[in-house]
């Protein structure tokens, strides 16, 4: 007897619904043990745990990210689709964005498709991405791409709480970027033309940054900090450092106003005497190409499930380094609701909520729905060509 969609779909939200206690569990565990970027040695243990459990091949400590991971089930028979996980928390207020959902919910999606790739053909992944939210050697995405790990991957689907259970929209690029300058110390009152103030070179950089903000564009965001500004005030500051995030809707327009910040670092040195070291402190962060193709999709499947689809502008766009996945892969990064429509993430009230009765529905829910959309795309030779046209289309149109 021929095995339908439908019944794939039926077997997967069963194995989803005896397993549930299992993977709520498992969020609520990662949501009270809360690690930063590169730290999350409980929650990449707890997801390849699973992953090992349900027959995958586990590869940690990848991409030069001890905490990340590669998981894999089936052959190289047809095509491959990659469930993202995250799972870092934010410093000081733990998983305020929801990623011990995320890590689950794409665990668990795997886990329900990948008890039957033996029979519908090609491969399940998992990518475990640690950093998400940045910091040092932070966004992992942009490493995974950069070594490579995407080269045998046809598409990629994560799904992020939210306040609305709505489409993937677009994102913004980001540069993070540490500029640190280094003077000389001398006595402030007593020896001050001996110094070279490091920190003045900071107050001028961030002097010239706000005259360059009358002539961006609406869409670039620039917003730095002072980690380092000096030892006391009776001290010239020999070392300084401001710390940025410059942002803008693509990869291109972010590195033009890049090189204008550079220069005025560069003329900050200059005009202080101090010496100017930039750094990237985490990876360079893409902004994130729809799909058309596989929002549609999403918006059928989801609505099937019960879900109510939210349709309005964005608002208030930020980063995420499935950016980075989206400019070599066909990928997805809808939203699911987890609260109220006043939610708003990297807040205690979002915190809650990820660990809440709606979450973990969210959770379920969420992991059924990607799952079927991995099986569209394993059994649907021509909806995988279709995103992978769009792909195509939209970085073609973006570079001309």
Request: proline share 5%; aromatic share 6%; net charge negative.
């Amino acid at each position: 007897m021929t095995t339908t969609s439908n019944d794939y779909q039926n077997a997967i939200k069963e194995s989803i619904d005896v397993n549930a206690d299992v993977y709520i569990r498992t969020s609520h565990q990662i949501h009270e043990n809360p690690e930063i970027g590169n730290e999350e040695v409980f929650a990449s243990y707890q997801l390849t745990t699973l992953l090992k459990d349900a027959g995958f091949s586990v590869t940690t400590d990848v991409a030069g990210h001890p905490t990340g991971f590669i998981a894999s089930k089936g052959k190289n028979d047809g095509p491959a689709v990659a469930f993202l996980a995250e799972y870092d928390a934010l410093p000081g207020l733990g998983h305020a964005c929801g990623h011990n959902l995320i890590g689950t919910t794409s665990v668990a999606a795997a886990i329900a498709l990948g008890e039957h790739i033996e029979h519908i053909g090609g491969r399940v992944v998992v990518l475990g991405t640690p950093a998400e939210e940045g910091g040092n050697n932070g966004s992992a995405k942009g490493s995974f791409v950069r070594e490579g790990l995407l080269e045998d991957i046809d598409a990629a689907l994560i799904i992020h709480p939210s306040s609305h259970t709505k489409r993937s929209g677009v994102s913004l690029a980001v540069d993070p970027v540490d500029y640190a300058f280094y003077g000389k110390p001398a006595h402030a009152a007593g020896a001050p033309e001996h110094g070279i103030n490091a920190l003045d070179a900071v107050i001028q950089l961030f002097n010239g940054i706000n005259a360059l903000r009358q002539h961006v564009t609406d869409d670039v965001r620039i917003h730095g900090i002072i980690p380092d500004g000096g030892e006391a005030p009776n001290i010239v500051p020999s070392f300084a450092r401001a710390r940025f995030y410059i942002r803008a809707d693509s990869r291109p327009k972010t590195d033009a106003v890049r090189a204008k910040i550079d220069a005025i670092a560069h003329g900050a040195a200059l005009a202080t005497g101090a010496e100017l070291k930039i750094i990237e402190f985490q990876n360079k962060v893409d902004n994130l190409i729809p799909n058309d193709t596989l929002n549609n999709v999403f918006a059928d499947i989801f609505t099937d499930l019960g879900e109510e689809i939210y349709l309005t502008n964005e608002t208030g766009i930020g980063s995420t380094d499935t950016g980075n996945i989206s400019q070599v892969v066909p990928t997805i990064h809808p939203y699911i609701k987890i609260g109220a429509a006043s939610l708003v993430p990297h807040t205690i009230p979002f915190r809650e909520a990820a660990a809440s009765d709606l979450g973990d529905q969210a959770l379920i829910t969420g992991a059924k729905g990607l799952a079927f959309i991995g099986l569209e795309l394993l059994t649907n030779p021509s909806l995988l060509s279709r995103a992978q046209q769009e792909l195509l289309q939209r970085k073609k149109a973006a570079s001309q």
